[in-house]
C-alpha cells in the first residue's frame, strides 16, 4: 500500500501524559500536512511542512504540540501534557508540490484517535 | 480567506434515487474545489476535484459535481444513490497552504 500511513490508530491516554503520533506520507510527495478533526466537524488545519521545513501553523498549533519532519520524508506529532480538550483524530495527509495554492490534491491517512482520560 | 459552506447537516434519499449534496464557496481568485468522503472511523478519502475546464467533473465511485460560478456553487451528485454511499461527506477549497473544510454534510441512503 503506497498511501499514507499513521501510527497508532488509536491512542488513550491519561491527562498530562505526553503522546506521540507518526506519519508516513506518499514516497514522492514532498509536502506534509497535520489536521485535527473532531466529532461532527470538519478537520481543522495544524501545521505544513515542504521537505522537512514547517512553513506554517495554526493558531490551533499551542506551545504544548510540536511537529518535526527531519529528513523530509516521516513526521511526527507530539503532544505534550496532554488535556481532556486534545481528545480527537489527528490526520496526517500529504501532496506533490507545486505552487502555492495550487490545484494539487491532499491524501489523508486514516487517522490516528487520541483519548485523553 | 477561502471557505465553503455545507447548508445541510443531514440528506435522506432512497436507495436508487438521485442525491445531491450541496455547497457553496466564498474564495478570491480561481477556486480549486474539492470532495471528500469519511466512513466511520476512517480518514478522508478524496473523490474529485475541479481545477479548470468542464464545469462537470467526474469523480470515484459514480460521483460527479457541478461547479457554477454565477452560484458559487459546486454540488456533490450521483444519479443513483447506493446504500454503502452513506458516509460523511466535505466539500474543501484550496488555501494558499493547506485545505479549509466545510462541515460536513452526513448522507443516509435507505433501502
Known amino acids: 500500500d503506497t498511501g499514507v500511513s499513521q501510527d497508532p490508530r488509536h491512542k488513550i491516554t491519561k491527562r498530562g501524559q505526553n503522546v506521540t503520533f507518526r506519519c508516513d506520507p506518499i514516497?514522492?510527495?514532498?509536502?506534509l500536512y497535520w489536521y485535527r478533526q473532531t466529532l461532527g466537524q470538519g478537520p481543522e488545519f495544524l501545521t505544513y511542512?515542504?521537505?522537512?521545513?514547517?512553513?506554517?501553523k495554526s493558531r490551533l498549533l499551542s506551545d504544548r504540540f510540536s511537529a518535526e519532519r527531519p529528513k523530509g520524508s516521516f513526521s511526527t506529532l507530539e503532544i505534550q501534557r496532554t488535556e481532556q480538550g486534545d481528545s480527537a483524530m489527528y490526520l496526517c495527509a500529504s501532496s506533490s508540490g507545486g505552487d502555492r495554492g495550487s490545484g494539487n490534491t491532499i491524501y489523508f491517512g486514516e487517522g490516528s484517535w487520541l483519548t485523553v482520560v | 480567506a477561502q471557505s465553503v459552506a455545507q447548508p445541510e447537516d443531514q440528506v435522506n434519499v432512497a436507495e436508487g434515487n438521485p442525491l445531491t449534496v450541496k455547497c457553496t464557496y466564498s474564495v478570491s481568485g480561481n477556486p480549486y474545489l474539492f470532495w471528500y468522503v469519511q466512513y466511520p472511523n476512517r480518514g478522508l478519502q478524496f473523490l474529485l476535484k475541479?481545477?479548470?475546464?468542464?464545469?462537470l467533473v467526474k469523480g470515484s465511485y459514480g460521483f460527479e459535481a457541478e461547479f457554477n460560478k454565477s452560484q458559487t456553487s459546486f454540488h456533490l451528485k450521483k444519479p443513483s444513490a447506493l446504500v454503502s454511499d452513506s458516509a460523511l461527506y466535505f466539500c474543501a477549497v484550496r488555501d494558499i497552504n493547506d485545505m479549509r473544510f466545510g462541515a460536513g454534510t452526513r448522507l443516509t441512503v435507505k433501502p
Open positions: 475541479y481545477i479548470t475546464g468542464d464545469n
Open positions: 511542512f515542504q521537505n522537512e521545513a514547517q512553513l506554517e
Open positions: 514516497s514522492e510527495h514532498n509536502r
